[in-house]
Every structure is written in C-alpha cells, then in structure tokens.
C-alpha cells in the first residue's frame, strides 16, 4: 500500500510535537468546530452505549466523550496507529473516572485482521465508531468501510470529521486582496481560495503544525470518492455538515489565517448508519 509506511512513520516521528501542540484541552479547530459538530451528530440517548474512537491521536476525544455528563457511554475504546501517540494519550487520562471506562489499544485502519480482534472481544459491535480529523491520513479506507457493517450494532452509528477535501486538501492557494475602501484606518480585504487541482489530486508531503520534525503525508479524495467507498458496503448517511469559522473567531495579525476565511468551510462532518 503506497505511502501507508512513510505516513505511519510520520506520526511517530511527530507525536510528541502534535501532543505539546492539541494538549490537554485542544485547540482552536477542536474547540470551535469539531467538538460542536461531534456534539450534534454523537447520539447520547442510550445509557450503556460502547465507543470505538479510531486514530485517537493524544486522547483528545476519548477524554472528552469518557467525561461527558449524562452521556451515556459506558465504554471507551480508543485506539490508534501510533505506539508514540498511544503513550501521551495514556499519560493524559488522568481523570480517574473516566479513565476507568476507556481503554487504550494499538489498531491499523488499513489492516482488515486488526477490525477481526476488534471484533473478538466485542462480537455484539459498537453503539458509535469515531474517526475525527484522520480520513485524510489514512492510506486505504476500504478496510475500515468493509468492517463498519460488523463493527456497528443494528443502530449504531459512524461520525467522521476530516480537513475539507475541496478547501483543504486539494491543491489550493490562498489569495488575498486589498482594497481602498470607505474606511480610512484599513484597507477593505477581500478573501478567495484558489482550486486548481480537485479530482484527481495525488499524496502529498505536508505540515499539520509549523515546526513539527517531519513532513506528514495527506491524503485527498474528492467528495464523491470517500462517501461512495462507505455506501457500496451497504452505509447510508443521514447527517452531513461543513463547519466553518466565524468572524469573531479570525486572527487579525495574520490576515492569511484560516480561520479568516468564514465564506469557506474547514470541516466536513458526517453521519453513517447500516441500511437495514
């Protein structure tokens, strides 16, 4: 599988950097827009409810839902590809409730045998499968697709967040003008992304965070791709959002910033749930 390697080892490499950069409580990505969207799409109605977060990162998520009052999860189960994320997820569970209801366990999406095990010891599936922010990391979303009809209890449901695929991983660029406008103190600033390059984009070598030690791999598919490799195993999707940031949440001194862009959204969150 090309790239699945090098990506896999681009993880390790970076885990401590990207641990020190989400910390303990996430940052601006997290807070504004993949935890309301989450919050929207995760179902909480069902006391006792079982959840599988894949590609956990440094615990993040599995922290916040393992903590959630009233939530009704009764069982984490957090996992990613990464034996050095795996390490700072665990030291950062230091909530000792909610560390008695998750547990950490090392899984390869790209590995079909790895959703076997998984499905060892909890043969009756899960309430929720979790994969926030880490589509674009995987090198082959088959497996996971292929697993899900097994991996979900007869209700249960597959929330997924990832970087905009038409905004983010395409081949963009950021374009910014301005203008004399009415307002004597600042120019009027006009805000666009360029798409060049949208349907048939390869892997490309890229920085999740400035400064991290290595380059990452990402992986872009166009829309109609990833949702069409969950529908052919029988996934029907009831849900779908494209957050995206508002002015209040822009940065002034960095007129390049992303966030800054409000017209354009940085997400695309999703719901799945088996057919029948």
Do not use: C
Not at 45 to 52: A, T
Not at 69 to 80: H, I, K, Q, R
Not at 158 to 164: E, G, I, N, S, Y
Not at 202 to 212: I, K
């Amino acid at each position: 599988m090309e790239f699945h390697q090098e990506s896999q080892s681009g993880w390790e490499a970076n885990a401590a950097y990207w641990d020190a950069s989400i910390g303990q409580e996430g940052n601006k990505y997290w807070k504004l827009l993949q935890r309301p969207a989450l919050e929207r799409l995760i179902p909480r109605h069902r006391p006792g409810s079982k959840v599988l977060e894949l590609a956990t990162g440094n615990g993040l998520v599995a922290r916040w839902l393992a903590s959630i009052e009233g939530g009704g999860f009764a069982s984490v189960l957090a996992t990613d590809g990464s034996a050095e994320m795996l390490k700072h997820a665990e030291r950062r569970q230091t909530d000792q409730e909610a560390a008695a209801k998750t547990l950490y366990r090392q899984v390869d999406v790209t590995d079909a045998a790895a959703f076997d095990e998984l499905l060892k010891s909890e043969p009756e599936g899960f309430d929720v499968v979790l994969l926030n922010m880490a589509i674009m990391d995987i090198a082959d979303l088959n497996p996971l697709a292929k697993a899900l009809p097994k991996l979900l209890k007869a209700d249960g449901v597959f929330v997924a967040t990832m970087l905009h695929p038409v905004f983010f991983t395409s081949n963009f660029s950021r374009s910014i003008e301005l203008k004399d406008g009415n307002d004597p103190n600042k120019p009027e600033i006009t805000r666009a992304k360029v798409i060049r390059e949208y349907l048939d984009v390869p892997p490309s070598h890229t920085v999740a965070e400035w400064g991290q030690p290595t380059l990452q791999v990402m992986f872009h598919r166009p829309i109609h791709e990833i949702f069409t490799t969950f529908f052919r195993q029988g996934l029907v999707m009831d849900a779908i959002e494209e957050p995206a940031f508002k002015e209040a949440d822009g940065v002034k001194d960095r007129i390049e910033a992303h966030s800054n862009y409000t017209q354009l959204p940085a997400l695309l969150a999703f719901r799945l749930r088996r057919s029948s």
